[in-house]
């Protein structure tokens, strides 16, 4: 199985900052990556697809990138309502691997 | 709009049976391929299970392959998981998820709002 491994696990940030969470595949998934946003008692979120494609709806304050093994989810100016628990996943092998989870908390 | 609603879920005992249901809306359920994801208490997303949009294909992680069973009723827009000789660690909220596949890359466009299933004696 392809293990993802995100960083770091969790973050303390304030309203305004910028926010940068990191997941690497333990083998190169081209871009076959995706980042979902979980918030508690909710279902996950689609946020960002194919590493770098803002799903509808998602505020463009949202974006990611990279491919291969390393990619980044970036918050470019946190808001309240982002407060939240973020995962990656891969989709380039079956079973459909997820990251261990960043969670992002108010400074 | 895009639904997607599970039921089946609650208390059982260890070694027990339990049938999940995702009943979806909206969309035409045919056309999909849709998985089952499940999250232990306090932990992270594990992806369980996944069939094909006319049955026929399916796949199971490890930790429930020979235990769990997924089909499908388009006729009746629903996707069921059917979990047998449940264990503790088989307890979770369990998620069904809508597959969609854009140029090669897959994602969880929809997913239902969960549902959870306690193993515990």
């Known amino acids: 199985d392809i293990q993802m491994t995100q960083s770091p696990s969790s973050l303390c940030a304030s309203v305004g900052d910028r926010v940068t969470i990191t997941c690497r595949a333990s083998q190169s998934i081209s871009s076959y990556l995706n980042w979902y946003q979980q918030k508690p008692g909710k279902a996950p979120k689609l946020l960002i697809y194919a590493a770098s494609s803002l799903q509808s709806g998602v505020p463009s304050r949202f974006s990611g990138s990279g491919s291969g093994t390393d990619f980044t989810l970036t918050i470019s100016s946190l808001q309240p309502e982002d407060f939240a628990t973020y995962y990656c996943?891969?989709?380039?092998?079956?079973?459909?691997?997820f990251g261990q989870g960043t969670k992002v908390e108010i400074k | 709009e895009v639904q997607l609603v599970e039921s089946g879920g609650g208390l059982v005992q260890p070694g027990g049976s339990l049938r999940l249901s995702c009943a979806a809306s909206?969309?035409?359920?045919?056309?999909?391929?849709m998985h089952w994801v499940r999250q232990p208490p306090g932990k992270g997303l594990v992806w369980v299970s996944r069939m094909n949009s006319d049955g026929s294909t399916t796949g199971y992680a490890d930790s429930v392959k020979g235990r769990f069973t997924v089909s499908r009723d388009n006729a009746k827009n629903t996707l069921y998981l059917q979990m047998n000789s449940l264990r503790a660690e088989d307890t979770a909220v369990y998620y069904c998820?809508?597959?969609?596949?854009?140029?090669?890359?897959?994602?969880?466009?929809?997913w239902g709002q969960g549902i959870l299933v306690t193993v515990s004696s």
């Open positions: 996943q891969q989709s380039f092998d079956t079973p459909r691997t």
């Open positions: 909206g969309f035409t359920f045919s056309s999909y391929w």
């Open positions: 998820a809508r597959d969609r596949c854009s140029g090669g890359s897959c994602y969880y466009e929809y």
